[in-house]
């Protein structure tokens, strides 16, 4: 997936998400340049202010933790670090289908 390589992350055999490089707290792990406005919520679209979601296919292959190291910032239309994540990592986000949008 080349949105995967440009942003430094590696597609893994189970299509989860692996860091590449080191992301520092707070960086923009990827921006959602190919984001898809949906009119009816799923498991992997994302809730957007004003009743509107929608979906990213490079977000859908993050995996959902309990202790996720990334956000969906919405003001960004990105994926954001929490914490510092280092190679290897894999790059995880919120549980559920209606993260709090950022």
């Not at 998400?17 to 190919?34: D, T």
């Not at 202010?49 to 296919?57: K, L, V």
Request: charged content about 20%.
């Amino acid at each position: 997936m080349k949105a995967a390589a440009r942003a430094g992350l590696i597609l893994h055999p189970g299509r989860r998400l692996v860091s590449g490089r080191h992301i520092a707290a707070g960086e923009v792990i990827f921006e959602f340049l190919h984001l898809i406005w949906r009119p009816v919520p799923d498991a992997f679209t994302v809730p957007y202010p004003g009743g509107r979601q929608f979906f990213d296919p490079l977000l859908a292959q993050v995996a959902r933790g309990p202790c996720p190291n990334g956000r969906i910032s919405t003001r960004l239309m990105a994926l954001v670090a929490r914490h510092e994540i280092q190679i290897g990592d894999i790059v995880t986000r919120e549980v559920g289908p209606s993260e709090e949008a950022h």
